[in-house]
């Protein structure tokens, strides 16, 4: 069956670099999109950016110059890097399978918390 | 950016009652999608495109909308309706969520 899974640091220093990691099974990753999404503590959801089955990427333009997505096809695993990190941006990190323009499975998440 | 908004943000009804939400975009999109989240949980795709219901979905749910106005009605409220639902829009870059309609029964 389709499942994702993220993991990560869960504490990140300000000004720093936050790496996650979002493990698949069940489908590849040359056939659907992966797409994160995070939620700050107690508030709603925003997308963050997107991988495609090409390889090819989108991101949120309010994040853009912070952020990376990456895979790797062998390990089945797509790859979260944002830098210059500050407490805003400590929320629960979820990786979610796109299929079309909605999301329908995603990942438990992962909670990023920012200080020092 | 395309916003929607979702209303009301909290609502509480009873077991049986009939309930709308509403999500409303600020131009016009081909499609709303919803994903119902329970505290502690992660969301879950609940209906795509306007109205498909997805696996596992009870009926009593149904969605309908056009342009830029949207709605989710769940036809005779049941306890495990109890959660946060989510509008999401995929018409224009970025991705974007409503900020959710939080339902609780009484």
């Known amino acids: 069956q389709v499942q994702l899974k993220e993991s990560g640091p869960g504490l990140v220093q300000p000004a720093q670099t936050l790496s996650l990691t979002c493990s698949v099974s069940g489908f590849s990753l040359t056939s659907y999109t992966v797409t994160w999404v ?12 997107e991988i495609w089955s090409d390889g090819s ?8 110059s912070r952020l990376s997505i990456s895979r790797d096809t062998s390990k089945s695993q797509v790859l979260l890097k944002m830098n210059s990190l500050q407490t805003e941006d400590s929320a629960i990190y979820f990786c979610t399978r796109a ?4 999301f329908d499975f995603w990942g438990p998440g992962t909670m990023v918390t920012v200080s020092s | 950016e395309i916003v929607l908004t979702q209303s009301p943000t909290t609502m509480a009804a009873s077991p049986g009652e009939r ?5 409303r975009a600020t131009s016009s999109i081909n499609y709303i ?3 119902q989240q329970r505290s502690g949980t992660s969301p879950k ?7 498909k219901l997805a696996s596992g979905v009870p009926n009593r749910f149904s969605g309908r909308g056009s342009g830029t106005s949207y ?7 049941e306890t495990e309706d109890a959660a946060t639902y989510y509008c999401q829009q995929g018409y224009n870059y970025p991705l974007t969520f409503g900020s959710g309609t939080k339902l609780e029964i009484k």
């Open chain 1, 38 to 49: 995070r939620q700050p503590p107690g508030k709603g959801l925003e997308w963050i950016g």
């Open chain 1, 57 to 64: 990427t989108d991101y949120n333009s309010a994040l853009k």
């Open chain 2, 33 to 35: 999608h919803w994903y």
């Open chain 2, 71 to 77: 709605s989710l009605t769940i036809n005779s409220l």
């Open chain 1, 99 to 102: 299929r079309g323009w909605y």
């Open chain 2, 19 to 23: 309930v709308t939400l509403t999500c």
């Open chain 2, 45 to 51: 795709l609940w209906i795509s495109e306007t109205s």
